[in-house]
Nanobody, 124 residues
Framework: QVQLVESGGGSVQAGGSLKLSCVYSEHTYGTKCIGWFRQAPGKEREGVAGLYISGDSTFYADSVKGRFTISQDNAKKNTVYLQMNSLKPEDTAMYYC????????????????WGQGTQVTVSS
């Protein structure tokens, strides 16, 4: 089992920034990848960004490229961040982090464990 806890959500005005944190427990066989997803009311959950724990390789949805940055804290083990800049009202959603034990991408099918989410609200 991997437990994940997100934090850092809140309400900001358009153009503002937020930094989300995901703290996860380690799996016996090792967590290979952490992803960030979001789900707005009435919409499907979509992948936002992902990071391979070993090697720091990252990937992003087109809608957030250049604005969001996923990273891990090399000092604090098992912590991944999502820095969100230039926020837009359409970024409003519940944000979730998820852990994959194998290869991963922006699709939900790659991930085995999920956190409870943190709400991000961007006002115009």
């Amino acid at each position: 089992q991997v437990q994940l806890v997100e934090s850092g959500g809140g309400s900001v005005q358009a153009g503002g920034s937020l930094k989300l944190s995901c703290v996860y427990s380690e799996h016996t066989y090792g967590t290979k990848c952490i992803g960030w997803f979001r789900q707005a009311p009435g919409k499907e959950r979509e992948g936002v960004a992902g990071l391979y724990i070993s090697g720091d390789s990252t990937f992003y949805a087109d809608s957030v490229k250049g604005r969001f940055t996923i990273s891990q804290d090399n000092a604090k083990k098992n912590t991944v961040y999502l820095q969100m800049n230039s926020l837009k009202p359409e970024d409003t959603a519940m944000y979730y982090c998820a852990a994959a034990l194998g290869p991963c991408g922006l699709g939900q099918q790659w991930y085995n464990y999920w956190g409870q989410g943190t709400q991000v609200t961007v006002s115009s």
